[in-house]
């Protein structure tokens, strides 16, 4: 299983390509907030982490520009409670 992480700036989306497979995150960014309204995996993904490992790389580039996260999306806002609190914004 490999995992590809990319930015998707013409869909306003981060993406978690897994062989062939995609889970993406939709953002809006508000000044140095990332807005993060839906997260998705493919169906044939559910149940591997790969929303999670997506999430992670999210959170990752959210620190490494000084952002901080506002999760719209449950299941953004019950990852970022478990795994990375200081990020919520």
Request: charged share 25%; glycine share 8%.
């Amino acid at each position: 299983m490999t995992d590809t992480f990319r930015h998707n700036p013409e869909l306003s989306r981060y993406e978690l390509e897994v062989d062939g497979l995609v889970a993406f995150a939709d953002y809006q960014r508000a000044g140095q907030r990332l807005v993060i309204p839906h997260v998705e995996a493919d169906p044939a993904l559910r149940g591997q982490g790969a929303a999670g490992r997506l999430m992670t790389k999210v959170a990752e580039v959210a620190r490494a520009d000084g952002m901080r996260i506002t999760p719209i999306c449950s299941y953004a806002a019950a990852w970022l409670k478990r795994n990375d609190p200081d990020l919520i914004g």
